[in-house]
Structures are given as structure tokens and as C-alpha cells.
């Protein structure tokens, strides 16, 4: 069954947390991955490569660009569950 | 008149790695050495990385030097005549001639000559595959001992200004020698290609077009993202499937030896392996660099000098890279 908006931003704080110690409340929809969370390329390949996992989706490389804030991410992966 | 019949091979029943022989570039090569040209820093390396500092060989130094003095080691600690060695495989991709070999002058310079003496070209799983082909090559009895190097030269084909590749780069030589053993010391090897992926890693351009002007000096480039994600996820699969065929678990490893391509790949791979804990994981990249088909040998080599590791206890060894090509197997450590 596919997870919602909210079970999917849960999902990937604890991913978040997991690959770089930054706490799960602070993994918000409009936050940057960049900006406002200080996460580096690779960090950011092995989050999707994460995410990927738990959520059973295909994430792009072409896309992972595009997915500048939590929000994006979360929604890129509740719309291809 | 009946026609005879052939003689074959008379197989030895398992093989081992006697001793492994480690030599390094000459030059440590720090991070504020080589970060104005990337336009980076210390800190953004070592963060990247994991790299402090990287050994680079001098240019009167050549990558036939490294690989002599490490044969010489590998021959010495295993208490063989060079004489008995009935192969040499030599995993390089930076020997600078098109041919012949560098497996046919090392076997002439270490006293191995006329051994047969080939080159392997499969970048970063180069060791593993001869690791591979001198199992096969002892047990089926076509060679007593074989010397296996692992060699490269890779700071004649950098590029400074290079952001994806370069800066991780470095020198060095690993040799072993493979012989008949009265039990088990390599397991089967799981290794491979995925040339779907041919350009992710490999040169700017090809020496064709070098000649024609129409590129200059070849060297090394990398998509990062690529590599990283298939160097981890299908690696995991590949260090499984090498444990499963070993027969052996997680747990019954004292050290996990990967080629040592990036330390945020090294622990990626650990984490998704769910290495238990009293597991050695190799982390020789730190003071070393990425030495690509030398780094296997000289991260195992600098286990057991330390004293990290035991003689003995088993270690699961993996090298993958340009091709894409990969290779893994458990061994017993010399």
C-alpha cells in the first residue's frame, strides 16, 4: 500500500538522520538539502541510494538535481510509490 | 597403431597467498598540495575523501620500480626461489607501452625469466582477477607458484585541474604469490563486467586522438554519482554473493579489504553489509590514496604489518572500477 505525504517525510528523516546525525524534527518539507541542511553530494546520492531502498521507487540520476528541498523528495517518491 | 593417449595437468587440490609485498610512491602528497587547482581545501578533501595525504612516486621512479621492489618482498617473505614462479600477471593500467608487457620485464628483472608473463587490464579489480586466474592456474597444475602485482603509476595520467578523479589519485605496487596449499585459501571468485557503463570511468580521450590533435594528454575522469551508486549497491550484492559461495558469514571475517576507491564508498559498503563489529575494515586510502589496481594488496599488506590483522584469519577482498569490472573473493590471510 502506498505510504502518504506524512509516513514518506518520517521514512526519510530517519534516512536523513541515519547518514548524517541531523536530527529527524529538522528534516521539515521546505527545508534545503543544501542550504538549510548542510548535505553534500554524496551524502545526498546515498540518502536517494536509501531511499530507494525503503520506499521501493526508482529515483533518476538527472533527478536528484532537482531535488533541492525535503519537500521535492517527498514528493517525488509519494508520487512513484 | 593406437594413438596414445595426451598427458594433462594433474590438478593440486587448493591453493593459497603465501606472502604479500608492498611499495609505495615516495612523495607524501598532502591535501594543500594539489587544492589550489581544484580550487578546494584540506577540509572538502578529507570531508569528500577520507584522504589526509596520498603517496606519489618522483619522476626518476617509475611504476617498473615499485613493482620490482614489491615483488622482491612477496618473493622473500614467501621463502621461494624466483626461479619457481610459473606465472606472472601484472594488473596495470598505467603501464605507458601499448607492448609488450610489463609483465614480461618484471618477470626478467625478479629472476623469474622464462616464465610466462601477461598484463590484466581491469583497472581496480585487476588484483582480484589475478588473484583469480593464479588460483586457477596452481590448481589445475600449470604453474607451482604465480606472482600476482597489482601496479600503477597514476600521476602520469592526472589531470590538477580534474574535480572528479584526480585528486584522490596515487602510486604504489602490491605483489603476491599464489601456491599449492593442503587446504582451502582462495574461494571461488565472483567477479565480472558491466560494460554498460564503459564510460563512467576511464581516459578523456584515446591515444588516436592524441596523435591526431585532436585531444591532448589522456587522462583520468570519472562520473562520480555513477560510480559511487554502483560501487556501493551492486557491490553489496557482489560481497554477498562472494561470502555465500565461500561458505562463510559476515562474522567469521577478521577484515574486509575493498579497493580503496573513496572512504565514504568504504563505509557505505560496510554499513550496507552490516559488518559485525570486531571486523577490520581496510581503511589504507587515508595515508595512501586510491592506487587503484595496487590497492587491495597494500591496504591487506598494511593490516597485517601493523599487526591489525592476523596470519591466517580470513578476509573477504573486493576491487571494482573502469570497465565497469569487479572481482571478490575470500582468502586466507598470509
Redesign the interface.
Known sequence: MALSQTEVLAGLAEIVNEETGIDTSSVQMDKSFVDDLDI???SM??IV?NAEGKFGVTIP?EK?ADLKTVGDAVNFITDAQ | MSQPTLNQYSAVKFSRIYALGAARGDLVVTNDDIAGPIDSSDEWIQ??TGIISRRRASKDVSLMDMAVEASNIAIKRAGIDPSEIGAVIFSTITHPHQTPSAAALLADKIGANPAPAYDVSAACAGYCYGIAQADALVRSGMAKYVLVVGGEKLSDFIDPTDRTISFLLADGAGAAIVGPSDTPGISPTVWGTDGSHWSAVGMTASLLELRDGEAGWPTLVQD???V??WA??EMVKVAKEALEVAGVKAEDLAAIVTHQA?I?IID?LAKQLAVPEGVVIARDIIYTGNTSAASVPLAMDALLTSGEVKSGGLALQIGFGAGLAFAAQVVVLP
Open positions: 553534500d553530494s554524496i546520492l546515498t541510494m540520476e536528484v | 570531508r569528500r562520480g554519482a555513477t559511487f551508486k556501493v549497491w573513496n565514504r557505505e
